[in-house]
């Protein structure tokens, strides 16, 4: 009669050992922390310094997590924020009926003295993203990275 109950709390002890062991993986499999990030657009560079092509600004996001963009344009025409595919091929001047295809997201243009709000995906490969200004002649003056880790 003892022996069958140490059998069962036994049962016991190692059921509770596998539900314990499940828990870790559900850890390892939780999402990447949600960020908040900054632009500012002015004519035709975005951050606070005209400098993007040598120092373009840096946003820190996680891969695969969310993302919350907040964008004012302080400047005098309308911006766009268009992240690049990884590794694109880029011409010198951006042209959008031409090279759309290169743009993996966008906020889409911004009127001069407008705000702008989104949530997005970031993407799930890590990497430093090109992001420019898609407006004629804003590239390569207006640029910067969308830093994925
Ligand atoms: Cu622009």
New binding site residues.
């Given amino acids: 009669m003892k022996l069958k109950y140490l059998a069962v709390l036994a049962l016991f002890a190692t059921l509770f050992f596998v539900a314990c062991g499940g828990g870790g993986g559900e850890e390892e499999s939780a999402q990447p922390e949600s960020v908040t990030i900054q632009v500012t ?1 002015s ?2 560079y975005f951050g606070a310094t005209p400098d993007n092509a040598t120092n373009p600004p840096k946003w820190n996001v996680n891969a695969g997590g969310q993302v919350s963009i907040e964008l004012t344009n302080n ?1 005098t ?4 924020w268009a992240v690049i595919k990884l590794d694109a091929d880029m011409p010198e001047a951006f042209d959008t009926a031409t090279n759309s295809d290169l743009i993996l997201k966008e906020t889409g243009l911004v009127a001069a003295g407008e705000s702008f709000r989104e949530s997005f995906f970031a993407p799930s490969e890590a990497g430093e993203y090109l992001v420019i ?3 004629a002649g ?2 390569p003056s ?1 640029q910067g990275r969308l830093v994925v880790n």
């Fill in positions: 657009q004519d035709n400047g025409t309308e911006h766009n200004c898609t407006v804003h590239y207006m």
